[in-house]
């Protein structure tokens, strides 16, 4: 569909499996576990206002996204971590707002490349 950018980069997912010697789920299911578990800590630290503990998940998800070059997600979360390092409650708040908007559609992406060998 021309205009609407993909949340991931489906090759990635590939070359990581040759790279890795490992399957293609056992990939996937370690991206969803580190980046289910990082959106958990934005969402945690956001709740109780540690912004050390926003920016740290920010960027440790970042790490995982940067793997499959999933640009949505990767935007979102760069800004999510400036914003909390910085010390912005509010940019932070509405980056995190993004965020719910951005991860359940790459989480889906994910689970169908998984199950379908993609």
Do not use: K
Not at 29 to 36: I, K, P, V, W, Y
Not at 45 to 72: C, F, K, W, Y
């Amino acid at each position: 569909m021309p205009g609407v950018e993909s949340e991931l980069d489906v090759s990635r997912l590939a070359e990581l499996e040759t790279l890795l010697g490992t399957e293609l789920a056992a990939i996937v299911g370690t991206l969803l576990t580190e980046l289910t578990s990082a959106v958990e800590g934005i969402e945690r630290g956001l709740e109780t206002g540690d912004l050390a503990q926003v920016a740290s998940a920010a960027h440790a998800a970042r790490n995982s996204a940067l793997m499959i070059d999933a640009q949505p997600l990767l935007r979102v979360l760069s800004r999510l971590e400036s914003c909390a390092r910085n010390g912005e409650r509010e940019g932070a708040t509405a980056a995190a707002g993004r965020l719910r908007s951005v991860w359940p559609r790459l989480r889906l992406r994910l689970e169908q490349a998984a199950a379908s060998g993609d």
